[in-house]
């Protein structure tokens, strides 16, 4: 596994955290070019009170304004959580080539556990890989659960 993978997924990580001491479900995401962080972003949907404010949402977001263009062809996304069909969806729609993500989501994952958009015929098919420091990413959003309990 390459070290800079697993220094994305820790930034992506510390994206989560945050989203966690903010109440929210903990999932974190980062946008790269060329090895250089692009943007950042983490769950927000509680205290935005909006729906669309998933971590991998407020990431493509962010980098689309960094960078001044919608197209994020040469880009790469890490996220905590398998993107759900909503994130899926952006990041077929943003052309993000590189999709990593750390947990599997057994409810809503979009990447191959429930559902698998980036198979499906469309003209663009990003290439993903999953299970990415996935212990500690499902430990955070398992923690943040049974806190709630």
Known sequence: MSTDINKFMLLA???AKEAYDDGEVPVGAVVTRNGEVIATGR???EKEKN???HAEIDAINNACKALGGWRL????IYVTLEPCP???GAILNAHIPQVYFGAYDFKN???GTITNLFEMPFNFKPA???GIMEQE???LLKSFFKRLR
């Open 51 to 53: 729906a669309l404010l």
């Open 86 to 88: 909503m994130c899926a």
């Open 128 to 130: 993903y890989s999953g």
């Open 13 to 15: 990580l510390e994206m």
């Open 137 to 139: 990413c499902a430990g």
């Open 73 to 76: 062809w040469n880009c790469e």
């Open 43 to 45: 769950n927000r949907r």
């Open 109 to 111: 994952g979009a990447c």
